[in-house]
């Protein structure tokens, strides 16, 4: 019995083997249609694809970013088994040319990745007939003028054509794909009304038309979209009400509407039936009212509502949106208001807090300290008065403090010079951050793409524009991770310490428009990334370092001291003549002391134009919204509303 059963397995393994052998021998070629219509593809393109070997191969099932489908059913007898092509994914390869009608030959086609080269022209007018087309992603490249898609295939759940240069109004046929799941028309110059037809869309999942023209309303059609979760319409020329289905759909996630001409309350942002609302952009829009009906928004997560034009209390109601975590409401016109000091008010998850140009006035309120999870905290350009709290230096992940611009006195509370966040870059970053956040920066010479790689951010501490007395606390040379201290336009007095030439990562150090005494260190010639120094109009004297970074700086950064003098073109006296005067007595002669030969005016004017502009918070969107269909499916499981 045991033998017999022995036996039966070996039959079957033998089984195994000869079918598996039969498979792997069988060679199945790609489909002689196929090979043709790649074949032509390939002849229109002013470039060769690397990695296609189309000259001696006769297979394209090999070549690079083919995919075939597994060959038919096995035939003992048929050497002419041909698989089809499914999938001809091409992303990144720099091809440039047109992209051939021959590609609606591949019928058997189901995913079309060409994002990323240089096609320019149309796409081909036979492409959305394919039958069995599901993914199709032509986004970056050149094709441009109006975008007939003659669709008539009902099989596409993807569709990406952003970034390119198509203009007009949408096609209509568009809206007859009624399988869409995703749909990316963004950064095109698409024009015209948004058709209602969009409702017709009732799968999609996430919907980005931003940075089009596309104006006047959006349509009254989100009741129809039952599962849309991500709807972005940025940088557009939208105008009027948000329509009542959109303040009210209870699947939408993620909106996105900033940079646009939307009017009305704020209030159509229906929080009792968006009960999933964990990210709003409204910014830069024309929107009135009060915010606090948005407290009753309890999974939002990331709020911007800056550059509007609201009004109204800064809400205690907020306290509940307990997973707050970005929150940004700068440069509303008629914002005025005392900030509450309410202890109750608690931020427990906010890790972004930006109410700068809010007119707010009043002291610093003490609940920030209890956002402990706070790593940037922008309070700038408001009227707040009284002592900065030394509690901020508790916040262990903040690692960008902006109080510039405000009335704030007494001395800098000297356990600033302690900030977790800034002293090891161990503690730094620490915690997730939403990277595309509406970003900064005003008066601070940063592009956002500049810093990209860290966070958007810079570490910076700015408490300019204040009236800050007491001295620069020695101890700011903990700070070790700081690219930017600005502490000018205070009343600081006594020396600058020589122990700043610790901050090792220094980029900009400004400590201009104060009453500081004694000579600039010499140490600082050791901070080699510094390229902007500004100390003028203190009372400093003495000889100005020559090494180092020194080499570069303006002159405009020294004037306006007692008596500075340089070591290049005009030497100090005690060097040229072996006498302890400054020269300084003659104005003449001490202008010429920090006017030195304006032989770096070139690098300097290099230096602001490298860095870039300034932005408003609420204007300034990182464009980085490349969501392919992989990183989509990832952003849809995990709920990570990366947006803007
Ligand atoms: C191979 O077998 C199929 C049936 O499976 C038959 O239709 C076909 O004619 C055969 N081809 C040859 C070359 O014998
Ligand atoms: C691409 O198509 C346009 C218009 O159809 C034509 O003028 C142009 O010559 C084509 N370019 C190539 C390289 O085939
Ligand atoms: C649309 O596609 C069909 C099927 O491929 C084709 O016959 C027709 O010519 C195309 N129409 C236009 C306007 O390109
Ligand atoms: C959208 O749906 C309406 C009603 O079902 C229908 O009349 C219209 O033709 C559809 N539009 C498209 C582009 O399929
Ligand atoms: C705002 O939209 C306009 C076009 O409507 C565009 O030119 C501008 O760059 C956008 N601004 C930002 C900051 O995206
Ligand atoms: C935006 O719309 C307004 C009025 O609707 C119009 O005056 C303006 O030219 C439009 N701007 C753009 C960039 O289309
Ligand atoms: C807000 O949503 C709730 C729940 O869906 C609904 O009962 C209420 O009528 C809505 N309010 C407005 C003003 O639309
Ligand atoms: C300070 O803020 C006010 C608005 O509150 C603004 O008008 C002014 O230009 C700002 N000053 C500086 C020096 O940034
Ligand atoms: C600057 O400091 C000196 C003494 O250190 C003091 O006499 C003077 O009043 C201060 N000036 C200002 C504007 O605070
Ligand atoms: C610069 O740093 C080096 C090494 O840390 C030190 O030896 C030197 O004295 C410093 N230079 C100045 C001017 O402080
Ligand atoms: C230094 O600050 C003064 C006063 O704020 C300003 O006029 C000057 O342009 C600044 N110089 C540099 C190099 O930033
Ligand atoms: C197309 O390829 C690019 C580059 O690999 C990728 O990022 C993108 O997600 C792909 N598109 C789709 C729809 O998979």
């Keep these: 019995m045991g033998i017999a059963i022995l036996f039966f397995f070996r039959f079957l393994c033998c089984c195994f083997f000869f079918y598996a052998q039969v498979f792997i021998s069988i060679d199945a070629k790609c489909h002689p249609d196929d090979l043709k219509a790649l074949k032509s593809f390939v002849n229109r393109l002013h470039t060769p694809v690397q990695g ?50 021959s590609l609606g030959d591949l019928v058997q086609l189901k995913t079309l990745n060409l994002s990323d ?12 007939s394919l039958q069995n087309l599901e993914v199709v992603d032509l986004s970056s490249n050149n094709f441009y003028g109006y975008a007939p898609l003659n669709i008539t295939s009902p099989s596409i759940t993807f569709l990406d054509i952003s970034k390119n240069k198509l203009i007009g109004e949408v096609d209509p046929d568009l809206f007859a794909m009624s399988k869409l799941k995703v749909l990316d028309l963004s950064d095109n110059a698409f024009s015209g009304e948004l058709s209602f037809q969009l409702g017709n869309l009732s799968n999609l999942l996430y919907l980005d038309i931003s940075f089009n023209q596309f104006s006047r309303l959006l349509p009254d059609v989100f009741f129809n979209l039952r599962t849309l979760e991500q709807f972005a319409a940025s940088s557009n020329n939208f105008t009027g009400v948000l329509p009542v289905s959109l303040g009210n759909s209870p699947s939408i996630t993620t909106l996105s509407l900033d940079n646009n001409s939307f009017s009305g309350s704020i209030d159509v942002i229906n929080c009792s039936a968006m009960v999933r609302l964990a990210s709003l952009n409204l910014g830069s829009n024309h929107f009135i009212g009060q915010i606090g009906s948005l407290s009753s928004c309890s999974q939002l997560r990331v709020v911007n509502l800056g550059k509007n ?14 997973s707050l975590s970005h929150f940004s409401i700068s440069g509303n016109g008629i914002y005025e208001e005392i900030m509450p000091t309410n202890l109750n008010l608690r931020f427990e998850n906010t890790r972004l807090f930006v ?20 790593q940037i905290l922008d309070l700038s350009w408001n009227s707040l008065s009284g002592e900065i709290p030394s509690s901020i230096a508790d916040l262990q992940y903040l690692f960008y ?9 007494g001395s800098i509370p000297r356990r600033f010079t302690q900030f977790h966040s800034l002293v090891n870059l161990k503690n730094t970053f620490k915690g997730e951050i939403f990277e ?25 501490v700015d408490l300019s524009y204040n009236e800050l007395s007491g001295m620069i606390w020695p101890e700011f040379g903990n700070l ?20 700043l030439s610790k901050l090792t990562n220094l980029e900009f150090l400004d400590l201009s428009s104060n009453n500081l005494t004694g000579t600039i260190p010499p140490s600082l010639e050791n901070l080699s990334f510094l390229s902007m120094f500004n100390v003028s109009d203190n009372h400093l004297r003495g000889r100005i370092p020559c090494e180092g970074q020194f080499e570069t700086f303006l002159n405009s950064g020294f004037v306006g001291n007692d008596e500075l003098c340089g070591c290049q073109s005009v030497r100090c006296k005690e060097e040229s003549r072996g006498e302890e005067n400054w020269i300084g007595e003659d104005e003449e002669e001490r202008w010429k002391c920090v006017i030195r030969v304006p032989m770096y005016v070139g690098g300097a004017v290099g230096f602001v134009s490298t860095v870039g502009v300034c932005f408003w918070c609420g204007m300034v969107f990182p464009r980085e919204r490349k969501w392919g269909h992989k990183k989509y499916v990832h952003v849809y499981r995990y709920k990570i509303f990366v947006d803007f």
């Design 309 to 322: 034009r609201l009004d109204g209390d800064f809400p205690e109601s907020f306290k509940n949106l307990r």
């Design 436 to 460: 595309g956040f509406p970003c900064y920066s005003r008066k601070h010479r940063f592009t956002v793409r500049q810093y990209k790689q860290v966070l958007g951010f810079p570490p910076l």
């Design 401 to 409: 403090l902006d109080l510039s611009n405000n009335s704030f006195s």
């Design 480 to 499: 070790k991770i700081l690219h930017v201290l600005d502490l000018s336009n205070n009343k600081l007095r006594g020396e600058i310490p020589s122990s």
């Design 355 to 374: 109410l700068a140009n809010c007119r707010l006035t009043g002291s610093m309120p003490p609940w920030l300290s209890s956002s402990t999870k706070l």
């Design 52 to 101: 296609w070997d189309y000259g001696s191969s006769s297979d394209c099932c090999s070549w690079k970013g083919v995919t075939c489908s597994n060959p038919p059913a096995l035939k003992f007898n048929d050497s002419n088994v041909f698989s089809r092509v499914v999938g001809l994914e091409l992303p990144g390869e720099r091809l440039r040319g047109n992209v051939s009608e």
């Design 117 to 128: 080269n240089f096609f320019t022209n149309s796409f081909p007018s036979n492409l959305f």
